[in-house]
């Protein structure tokens, strides 16, 4: 959903590496989530977020779509787009993030959440 973040892949001897930021704000995260566990519905106003699976069993609402990427699948997440995070499986789910933007945890809009955590 959305376009990708703009890449520059290069070649190497040894292979090759794709980059997504260079010398730009970002943050970078490894999102873990227990079995059964899910995050909130939510959205942001001010990152975009890529996603890249680590393990199997991730489950992801991205907009009106439900997918199970496999591991190495990247998921790019534009601001505003309703997303949410689950893990179908009976081991836990890493997810590499890399925000682009404005990263605050107060930039979280809460649509639904299992743990109460919806503000008045």
Known sequence: MGDRPPSLKVEKPWGRFEQYTHNLPCTVKIITVEPGG???RQY???RDELW???DPGARVE???QV???VPGEKLYIP????HRLSCD???PVRILEVSFGEFDEDDIIRLEDVYG???P
Do not use: Y
């Not at 601001?79 to 309703?82: A, H, K």
């Open 67 to 69: 997918l199970s990427p």
């Open 52 to 54: 890249v699976a680590l």
């Open 79 to 82: 601001r505003e787009t309703v």
């Open 89 to 91: 499986g009976d081991q």
């Open 117 to 119: 955590r919806i503000g």
């Open 62 to 64: 991205l907009g009106e």
């Open 44 to 46: 942001h106003h001010h």
């Open 38 to 40: 899910t995050l909130s």
